[in-house]
């Protein structure tokens, strides 16, 4: 089920009380960048900032699963930035798009509870 289906079960069953919507959550998000951890590693190698216990394989076999694994950071408005990740296990089914969805997915499902934390705090402290 999907934020915007589930958003709209909750306002047909008029349930009002403060919470964390869909548009809130995307109003909070300033920024999104993907990366798969290949280019995280050679970025960082670019830089001269690369830490890693690599131990080199035949034609680099050992640093082909980097391609693999997709990232997504999300910066908050306020600064604050959240992760997320998708790994696929077998190349042949990599696909970018598909990766980066997922990633942008899970990262979005952390917000979630950073958003949904905050308001139950901002609702003790009313009612303290």
């Not at 306002?11 to 548009?23: F, H, W």
């Not at 909070?28 to 690599?54: C, L, P, Q, W």
């Not at 997504?72 to 990599?94: D, H, I, M």
């Amino acid at each position: 089920m999907t934020d915007a289906a589930i958003e709209q079960e909750i306002q047909a069953k008029g349930l009002t009380a403060p919470r964390i919507t869909p548009a809130h959550i995307d109003s909070i998000v300033a920024s999104t960048h993907y990366f798969t951890a290949i280019d995280g590693r050679n970025g960082a190698m670019k830089a001269g900032m690369y830490k890693a216990t690599e131990k080199p394989a035949p034609q680099d076999t050992d640093l082909m699963p980097l391609s693999l694994l997709t990232f997504c950071v999300l910066v908050l408005k306020n600064g604050f930035t959240v992760t997320g990740e998708s790994a696929c296990a077998s190349p042949e089914n990599f696909n970018q798009e598909i990766g980066e969805k997922i990633a942008y997915a899970n990262a979005k499902q952390k917000v979630w509870a950073l958003e949904g934390y905050l308001l139950k705090q901002k609702l003790f402290d009313q009612a303290a």
